[in-house]
């Protein structure tokens, strides 16, 4: 039996636990929580406080202590092995059941809209048999009509607000509204409001739920109604005539804002849930230890946006602080995984206070990592794992390292931490992975002048060649020197991220360094080196591609001596080529026809065939398209083309084709 001021729906959410949390699938409370959480979730209940487990005797009961807001409220209990018979009440704070259900099963479920807030009582009793038990209490859904059955009141202007409270539910139209504000999210301007006022008198979460036979938009404004600068969240879609806010607000007024897109107007319905969350300060209070040389894992689930951050789009997910102690001055490097978010780590020195922030990084070496390093005096900080995705829930792993600061090798330095360690690169091309964080910064370099760590590799060459090489994965920001000489800047061939340079014989070093005193990570470096003996001599012996007819050919068993603008897939294996040249008379257009079989053709225009920096145009061909075209206005001369593979071992039979623009034209047209 279900009393009080309980909702008819209860037999319906108990009809549903009992199929999704049947004792067949599990026997274990905890595990069938889970269950029961997206069930609760699906309805749109939020949960309300910490889940209590046990275990009982039959014939014993416990009682269980909850603070509750005026709100409707659902309260589940479930029970394991041995456990026939649960019996469930909830106790106002003077000692009156408000609600019971004596239904003769395994879980309990009871559902009541409570008149006021204060300090409740869940008393379960185990009626029949004996086992652990878990119970967790839910707020919000759907709640009834005010008592005279009648919807309440629609919304007003700036001028004179509706009054909301959480717990009910405003239905109106925006038909006869105002057009005097527009939500910062999307185009409102011509969308006629409805305003409503929230007075909040704790920090809580609140949850506002904005369905209607148009396309809506929700806002809301702190403080200030009339501000636009005051608005603290905007939603324009979270389903089908949806808009959704979910958000951790401090005391005080807000106005919430019913519109719609562009000139958009109808009927709508709004609800609002509330409940307490924790002051920031407690939220401080309580952050789990982050030690250095550990690794902790953690969930953003069911929290709070607490704080937000200067990267991540301002990290407007559910975060969760760590505290980290720094005994001295040392180099620190945080790194958060997750890939459930997009996750964003910052650090602050003082908790609670945004004006400490002293890092903040949304992005890492892989794609599902942020991480920050730097140099951080010895003290407090407080580490928080957040997320760039508003509402969306995870898991994460939060890891810590030190290393020490100083030009000196530190310990556990890195391979290459200098001119005389610095590693051997071997063969035609590869790619390597460095770390710039535990070493010493002793190698200047002309394109970061300010200076940072520093890794050095070797790179012997026995005849002339070209070296292409640069930085293809970054976890900080890192600059890229090549030198005769290690650490003698007068012999620096080239700085920047990219090096490309025919060299001659002899021994060569390239040096990844910090861009800034700051910038400590991981990076990864792809290399290329011709042998321009080679191209040279290819170049030397390139057949003529006659006007007008197609050039049959294959790049399988070429080699691969030339590299091209578009289709690279990587610097560490390319695919085989072939080049022509031909001759323009005069200024005229040109188009080129590639078209290959059993691979995605690219198609490049060079000016002189040994130097792909002379390059004029280049084209790939998409998935699907085995042919290739690339059209130009070209200048009186000789000129070369070059067949060539997108990404590695990308070769086969293709032919190819020239002729003038102006005849490639008339013969479209006559075949029309």
Request: include cysteine; glycine fraction near 12%.
């Amino acid at each position: 039996m279900v009393r009080g001021r309980a909702w008819i729906r209860t037999a319906s959410l108990a009809i549903v636990l009992t199929a999704t949390c049947s004792p067949s699938r599990s026997t274990d409370p905890a595990a069938r929580f889970f269950a029961v959480h997206n069930v609760m979730h699906a309805m749109g209940l939020y949960q309300a406080g910490p889940v209590n487990q046990g275990s009982l005797a039959e014939g014993q009961d416990v009682k269980l202590s909850l603070t509750l807001p005026a709100t409707c409220v659902a309260v589940v209990a479930v029970g394991g092995t041995g456990v026939d018979d649960l019996g469930l009440q909830l106790v106002d704070p003077d000692g009156k059941v408000v609600a019971e259900e004596t239904a003769r099963d395994v879980q309990a479920v009871l559902r009541s809209c409570l008149d006021r807030p204060g300090g409740y009582t869940v008393r379960l009793r185990m009626a029949r048999g004996a086992g652990e038990y878990l119970v967790s209490s839910w707020t919000g859904g759907e709640p009834p009509s005010d008592k005279n059955g009648a919807d309440l009141a629609s919304g007003g202007t700036c001028a004179a607000p509706t009054v909301i409270a959480p717990g009910h539910v405003y239905t109106g139209s925006t038909e006869e509204g105002t057009d005097d504000a527009e939500g910062s999210c999307a185009g409102s301007a011509g969308g006629r409001e409805r305003v409503y006022r929230l007075d909040l008198p704790t920090r809580q979460r609140v949850v506002i739920e904005l369905s209607a036979e148009f396309d809506t938009i929700l806002y809301v404004r702190h403080g200030d109604c009339v501000d636009d600068a005051a608005e603290v969240k905007c939603n324009d879609d979270a389903g089908p005539k949806r808009s959704r806010i979910d958000a951790v607000l401090d005391a005080g007024t807000y106005f919430v804002f019913v519109d719609g897109y562009g000139d958009e107007a109808g009927s709508y319905r709004l609800q609002v849930i509330a409940r307490d969350a924790p002051t920031l300060a407690d939220v401080c209070r309580g952050a789990r230890p982050l030690a250095a040389s550990s690794r902790v894992v953690g969930a953003l689930s069911d929290g709070f946006d607490n704080v937000n951050a200067t990267c991540g789009r301002e990290a407007k997910g559910i975060d969760a602080p760590f505290r980290f102690d720094l005994a001295s001055r040392s180099r620190v490097r945080f790194l958060q995984k997750s890939g459930d978010f997009r996750p964003v780590i910052h650090v602050r020195r003082v908790c609670e206070d945004a004006a400490t922030e002293v890092g903040c990084a949304d992005s890492g070496f892989h794609d599902d990592e942020a991480a920050w390093a730097g140099l951080l005096e010895a003290g407090a900080y407080w580490v928080f794992a957040d997320s760039a995705d508003e509402g969306i829930p995870g898991g994460f792993t939060l890891s810590a390292e030190t290393a020490a600061e100083g030009t000196t090798r530190p310990l556990g330095s890195p391979p290459g931490d200098g001119c005389g360690d610095a590693v051997q690169l071997t063969g035609m091309s590869g790619r390597v992975e460095g770390d710039t964080f535990a070493a010493k910064d002793d190698v200047p370099i002309s394109c970061a002048a300010g200076g940072g760590a520093d890794v050095v590799y070797r790179l012997d060459l026995a005849r002339r060649s070209r070296l292409t090489a640069r930085l293809v994965g970054d976890e900080s920001s890192h600059a890229l020197a090549f030198e005769r000489t290690c650490g003698e800047r007068t012999t620096e061939v080239a700085c920047g991220l990219l090096v490309d340079r025919v060299i001659d014989p002899g021994p060569y070093f390239l040096v990844v360094d910090g861009a800034r005193p700051e910038s400590l990570g991981r990076f990864a470096l792809a290399y290329r080196v011709r042998d321009m003996v080679d191209v040279e001599a290819a170049c030397a012996r390139v057949p003529l591609l006659a006007f007008q007819r197609k050039e049959a050919g294959t790049t399988a068993g070429a080699a691969d001596k030339f590299s091209t603008a578009c289709g690279v897939r990587s610097l560490a294996q390319g695919s085989a080529d072939r080049v022509y040249r031909f001759s323009v008379a005069r200024r005229m257009g040109v188009r080129l026809t590639l078209e290959t079989q059993g691979f995605r053709g690219v198609l490049s225009l060079r000016r002189v065939c040994s130097e792909d920096a002379s390059e004029l145009k280049c084209a790939e061909a998409s998935d699907d398209v085995s042919t290739v075209s690339l059209m130009t206005v070209l200048d009186p001369g000789t000129y070369y083309a070059v067949v060539d593979g997108a990404g590695p071992k990308a070769e086969g039979p293709f032919t190819l084709r020239w002729e003038g623009a102006e005849e490639s034209q008339k013969g479209r047209k006559t075949a029309r």
